[in-house]
């Protein structure tokens, strides 16, 4: 029982360093109204199995709060950006209740996420005082391109790697 407990924490870590690592260096295009933020590929991992959410909320908090000074959007990153993740896991997880097929659920997640992207179209707002729609705009473009791309990436990990088996043995 330990043991699983360690394995579980042990990935995630990775999840989440991976995430860090990742938008760390495509920091140029992750942040401000027009983004891709290759790290939300990792938001794939949940259609596989949510205990990798775990790892993928840690990777944004950590992301948020490092570049968060950097940025210029302070604790707005915090709140909205990591909100953002966890309302839109939360939303998946309950939609994941009727769709079983990993492939669905990848195409579930970009919808979702991209969707509530809003929640960071509402923070460049108050943050940088850009307008609402025009970022919103922007944002679910960059979130569903790096999304839908994400979906064969992830589908080529789970063949060479067991992404379920994985985080369950």
Known sequence: MQNKKTKLIVINAIVAAL???VTSLTAFMSFGNIQFRIAEMLNHLFA?????GIGVVAGVLLVNSVFMSASGLGWYDLVFGLGHSIVSFAISALIFKSVKDVKTRMFVLAGVFSVMIFLVAIELNLALELPFWLSYGETFFGEIVVLLAGIPLMTALNKAIDLK???ND
């Open 165 to 167: 088996k994985l985080i």
């Open 48 to 52: 596989f199995d949510r205990k990798y």
């Open 19 to 21: 995430y860090v690592v």
